[in-house]
């Protein structure tokens, strides 16, 4: 197997990534791959994907509008390409492998520096939408119980409940979440202790609506939003419960996401392999692609 982490200082364009991918495969097939099928290709997208033709609408983080990333990876590989919301992807790989594998109704939420996205598992499948643009939860509306909660006045989930703001309260400017999570749970500033638990009342009304609207049997929380279920898990479920219908809630079971930085990648891998298992037939190599060619 082959891994490769690329680390960059600047933003990459949609070609630029397209280029990257067609680079690293190439690469591969002369090393660690040499001999082996490639069969696609997964790529999970902190942004708004459209189902049908994998046309990222936006992704803010990366400042990408309409950028048809499907065709360009596709046209420079050869390669069959799934493109998917990494939130999505996440409850994928969470269903399957991780915190909820076995469990067939699941809400799934997962808090980075780009903000809070989610995806959905009900009767075992997930839930797209009609276009691809279910489970972004973070662009609700909550319903802040007390006003001495409330930070961002008319602003949505993510601008209340954010990674950026738990970086301000530990007086960091940057961390990756191992370190963000270890000083918070060390930290004995009763400021920080303070913006934790605003932050987890805020996210359990929240929780709460998806409760009521989905009754799932559980609720998995990645990424920072996992730091504040550690050691707090029955607080947060008792908030939780205590605003939602009762019969709705008592089945739902929070728990933190276990697959880490690996979630992305098997959920992108189960979406490249998706074509291949629906079809095997399909797959069959017609003709070599520019990177076969290349060779």
Do not use: C, K
Request: net charge negative; no cysteine.
């Amino acid at each position: 197997a082959a891994r490769l982490r690329i680390e960059r200082t600047e933003l990459v364009t949609p070609g630029e990534t397209a280029a990257l991918v067609a680079d690293t495969v190439a690469a591969w097939q002369e090393t660690a791959l040499a001999g082996r099928r490639i069969v696609g290709i997964g790529i999970a997208v902190p942004g708004l994907v459209r189902a049908r033709d994998g046309l990222v609408r936006t992704a803010p983080h990366l400042e990408w509008h309409d950028a048809p990333i499907r065709e360009l990876v596709a046209d420079a590989t050869g390669l069959p390409t799934a493109v998917d919301n990494d939130a999505t992807l996440g409850a994928v790989a969470e269903h399957l492998y991780g915190a909820a594998r076995g469990l067939d109704h699941v809400v799934y939420l997962n808090g980075g520096a780009s903000g809070i996205g989610g995806g959905l598992i009900v009767h075992g499948m997930p839930v797209r939408g009609v276009s691809g643009y279910a489970g972004e939860f973070g662009q609700n509306r909550p319903g802040i119980a007390s006003t001495a909660d409330q930070q961002a006045p008319e602003g949505v989930l993510e601008d209340e409940v954010s990674r950026s703001r738990l970086l301000r309260a530990v007086g960091l400017t940057s961390a990756d979440d191992p370190t963000l999570a270890a000083v918070l749970s060390t930290s004995d500033d009763p400021s920080v202790a303070a913006e934790t638990d605003r932050q987890r009342r805020i996210l359990a009304t929240a929780l709460a609506n998806a409760v009521n609207v989905l009754n799932p049997r559980a609720i998995v929380l990645g990424g920072f939003l996992a730091m504040l279920t550690e050691g707090a898990t029955d607080q947060l479920t008792d908030l939780v419960r205590a605003q939602s219908m009762p019969a709705n809630a008592e089945d739902v079971d929070i728990r933190a996401a276990v697959l880490a930085d690996d979630r992305l990648l098997i959920g992108a891998a189960e979406a490249a392999f998706a074509g291949l298992l629906a079809d095997p037939l399909s797959r069959l190599p017609e003709r070599p692609g520019p990177l076969e060619e290349a060779r």
